[in-house]
């Protein structure tokens, strides 16, 4: 299994402009959402995937070049921002309506709705991990459709640490800038993504041995 994970902490520093622009991309959509619908809500979820996913996929599109290739910088991901639009919103908008069906269901929590919530609380954890994976696969491979998620799922039940893992560094991301300062979560997006990528290309290499 090839280690991508060196090549993703040298990106830290040597690829610094790109981290920093890929924070200030990822927080500005972040933000547009925030206050298009403040809050978490069923309009806010939607609005993610169709804003922020996007986005989100030019930044994955980069930082796959760079763990894969040693290739990245700035003038590569502001022209991934068009390139892969229509694969991020194709990717995002399938968690993004099963976690939006479950909050509609949470807020109308009643022994009715008790089983519709149970599962698509459920498929929205499943989808939310595989999509750590999903992105890459999408952007990167060009995989679409059942197999992308497929795929995506085999790699959640192969090695689930890796999308625990990015989502862990989200949550920490999000509570130090709301215990120390709100300028640290446009440090977060970049590392994210780069250890995203050097995850799901390890685990892919190593299902395919």
């Known amino acids: 299994m090839t280690n991508h994970l060196p090549a993703a902490f040298k990106a830290l520093w040597h690829e610094l ?3 920093a622009s890929a924070g200030v991309l990822v927080c500005t959509a972040s933000a547009l959402v925030v206050l298009l619908s403040p809050g978490l809500s069923p309009l806010s979820v939607l609005l993610t995937a169709l804003v922020v996913s996007p986005v989100w996929a030019a930044v994955i599109a980069t930082t796959d070049a760079v763990v894969l290739k040693d290739r990245g910088g700035v003038p590569q991901l502001l022209k991934n921002l068009w390139k892969t639009a229509a694969a991020g919103l194709e990717v995002g908008i399938v968690p993004g309506v099963v976690v939006a069906v479950a909050l509609v269901n949470w807020h109308a929590l009643s022994p009715l709705f008790a089983l519709p919530f149970a599962i698509s609380g459920c498929v929205s954890v499943l989808l939310l991990l595989a999509s750590c994976y999903a992105f890459s696969l999408r952007v ?5 459709g059942k197999r992308l998620w ?3 799922l085999h790699l959640v039940a ?3 640490l890796v999308p625990l893992g990015v989502l862990a560094l989200v949550v920490v991301a999000l509570l130090l800038s ?4 709100a300028s640290l979560l446009l440090l977060a997006p970049g590392p994210v993504a780069l250890f995203a990528s050097a995850g799901t290309w390890m685990e892919k290499d190593a299902l395919h041995r």
Request: aromatic share 6%; glycine share 6%.
């Open 17 to 19: 402009p790109l981290v």
């Open 158 to 160: 192969r090695a689930p």
């Open 178 to 181: 709301t215990s120390v300062t």
């Open 140 to 144: 990167t491979s060009g995989l679409r």
């Open 150 to 152: 497929f795929t995506a």
